[in-house]
């Protein structure tokens, strides 16, 4: 007679516990070091620094056009924009000349984070100071981000 050798194919619990653990860890690593949120609030971020230089540069275009005068509606004071095709009331500023026929801006830019706000405020404030300078600012900036141009 022969003698039936019985050979074990397949892993151990062990072995599979170990292979799932190290798979875990690296998962973690991977995570951590993409981390999702930052790079969500980065992107947001970008696209403010981009909306702020947008509102400014329309502006500028306004008062080229119109030989030096800034939009009435712009005062001393950081006041917040409203957005377009809507009635601004509560302070905002309205700079519907900017949009009007959209000559300098198709429509005004919203904050990534207020564009489902349902209200008319579009996250951003302008400013001008004694010397006509204009300053746009994103007050919804994330990560300790400041957003303000100035030109």
Known sequence: MQ????????????????????????????????????????????????????????????SIDNNGTMPVTIGLSPTEICRSNVTCTGGLVDLAVLTTNEKYLVSMPIDPIRINSGDNATGYTIFKTANNRLTVTSYYAESGASITVTR
């Open 3 to 62: 003698k039936k050798l019985l050979s074990k194919k397949g892993f151990t619990l062990i072995e599979v516990l170990l292979v799932v653990a190290i798979i875990a860890i690296l998962a973690g690593i991977v995570i951590l070091a993409i981390n999702p949120s930052k790079q969500l609030a980065d992107t947001r971020n970008d696209q403010r620094r981009s909306d702020v230089r947008t509102i400014l540069d329309a502006a500028y275009q306004y």
